[in-house]
């Protein structure tokens, strides 16, 4: 099962399924391209402040491992690790930068498929947007009363044991 995050773009008036249209699904998980070719999947997905400091890394990284003494296998590792950072948290940087561009986050779906996920969403986003299915809070927890003090000692209270009494 694959976590997907939904997004509705900005100015997303007029009719909700018209809307649906446009609504992008972010698979939560390990990113290949994103691993093996770093700056052109960033720039495919519009993620420019990411882009940059991707630059900022690879550029100041290995001169400064360099003055360190570092050897070129400390810097093939260090850009390798570059580049495992930014397979791992692709799905974080596509949230980020949607969210920075005015998308909105409309919630998490689980599936099996992207297939699966959206069919799952819509079900219930068509229900909404009908206004067949109305969302209602839980009820507020029950409010706290503590019991007498010294009644429990330790994590495990023994049941007709108060304080000052004895075994």
Known sequence: ??????????????????????????RD???????????LWMLRHRLWVAFIGYL????????????????SGTVLLAL????????VEAATLRRRG???????????VIGDDLEAAERR????????????AEHTPPPPPP???PGPAGDVVGLFPQPGVGPGASR
């Not at 949607?98 to 998490?108: F, P």
């Not at 969403?121 to 067949?132: E, H, M, P, V």
């Open 80 to 87: 390798f690790m570059i580049h495992l950072l930014v397979g």
């Open 143 to 145: 409010p706290y009363r």
């Open 1 to 26: 099962m694959t976590v997907y995050m939904v997004f509705e773009p900005p100015r997303a008036g007029g009719d909700p399924l018209e809307r649906a249209e446009r609504m992008r699904f972010v």
């Open 29 to 39: 998980r390990f990113t290949w391209s994103a691993f093996l070719f770093a700056p």
């Open 56 to 71: 900022v890394a690879v550029i100041a990284i290995p001169p400064a491992l360099w003055l360190a003494g570092g050897r």
């Open 98 to 108: 949607l969210t920075w561009r005015g998308w909105r986050d409309l919630g998490i």
């Open 121 to 132: 969403f819509f079900d219930t986003y068509a229900d909404r947007a009908a206004g067949r």
